[in-house]
């Protein structure tokens, strides 16, 4: 639960400014990408090099979400509440493994 509401009913908000298929698509791909450039922080200190690889999957990962958006005709859902910055993965988990998150 997060904010007095269950980790549903934020997902389910999300899920109705993410209709377009191409949005869909780009969500898809872009939030593991951001994802994963945030786990190679740390070890971007020990391994040469990294951080340029993680800095891009960050960078080309926010670039398809905001053509997604583009497509979809409604800005980011973060825009107007930070919370949705952390309900994206928790989205992406369920659209894509079947993975609900529990409350």
Excluded at 5 to 29: C, G
């Amino acid at each position: 639960m997060m904010g007095g509401r269950t980790w549903d009913d934020w997902i389910e908000e999300y899920a109705e400014s993410h209709q377009h298929p191409m949005n869909k698509l780009t969500h898809t791909l872009g939030i593991p990408m951001i994802v994963l450039s945030m786990l190679m922080i740390i070890p971007s200190f020990f391994v040469v090099g990294l951080w340029r690889f993680a800095l891009g999957l960050f960078v080309v990962g926010w670039i398809l979400q905001f053509i997604g958006h583009y497509f979809e005709g409604k800005p980011p859902e973060f825009f107007k509440d930070y919370r949705f910055l952390f309900v994206g993965t928790r989205w992406w988990a369920k659209k894509t493994l079947g993975i609900s998150p529990k409350d």
